[in-house]
């Protein structure tokens, strides 16, 4: 009786096997958020439906938020305001579309906290909901358990970019490549870092966010995934990431699959 008890507690979460949408541009985006940050931001956007009229304000349950989170009983609460008042203060973000039009704002504008409900409420700003609703052409989806899984944040970034470049008419394989000036900016680092002396160390680099990452996804996710540098002459021009589906996923991913270099993809979040 225990263990039925706790599957049906666990298909009762409100989060529970839940899929994450959103547009391409936000899946490569260079964040600042924490891990634990970026899981609290996928918890929210998982409430979002992508192909309905959605509101901006959605109401969590606490203790669904606080399970899928693992926090302790202790500090719940404490823990709640300072994840969302690092969400409002890191959501600052600047779009530029396709037409050169601009958007810039907070993404996570407000949150309120009931004290005699089993819910909290967090608002989304009206303006980016068209982003998240999938209201663009091509989308990003992730499985919210295996996102929560990841216990660094450089698996979880390197997982969203891999996911935002599949292919929905080649669902089992996908290939792409990023340079490292590219690849260090999707890992959340400084153009300094893992350089020392003027000169880059690309085997600390490799050993302490690359690899660590692949072996990660490996392990805790549905995609297989492999690395090649390429190279002219002794220098490194890019990593090409090879990667398949070990599983099969329950719908397509997106449409839009690419081998050219990234370029600007005039996203900036503070």
Known sequence: ???????????????????????????????????????????????????????????????????????????????????????????????????GEELMGVVVTASKWHKKQSFFEIEISKMFMPFLEQLVRDYTQVNLDTILKFNSKHTLNLY????????????????????????????????????????????????????????EINSKSNLSVSYIKNKKGNRVQNYNFSWKIKDEIPSKINKKHNIESDGDNGIVWD
Not at 22 to 41: D, G, I, P, W
Request: aromatic content about 12%.
């Open 160 to 215: 969203k970019w891999l996911c935002s470049w599949s292919d929905d008419k080649v669902l089992t394989k996908g290939s792409r490549y990023i340079i490292t000036k590219d690849l260090k900016e999707l890992f959340g680092l400084t153009k300094e870092a893992y350089v020392q002396n003027g000169k880059f160390n690309r085997g600390d680099f490799e050993r302490r966010t690359v690899n660590p990452a692949i072996e």
């Open 1 to 99: 009786m225990g263990s039925i008890d706790n599957i049906s507690k666990i298909e009762k979460n409100q989060f529970h096997n839940l899929t994450v949408y959103y547009a391409n541009q936000l899946a490569r985006m260079n964040s600042k958020f924490t891990l634990e940050e970026e899981k609290v931001m996928h918890l929210i956007i998982s409430q979002i439906k992508p192909y309905e009229k959605n509101p901006n304000i959605f109401k969590l349950s606490k203790l669904d938020f606080f399970n899928k989170l693992e926090l302790s009983s202790k500090d719940r609460y404490p823990r709640y305001r300072h994840l969302v008042q690092g969400l409002i203060k890191k959501t600052f973000v600047e779009i530029t579309d396709i037409d």
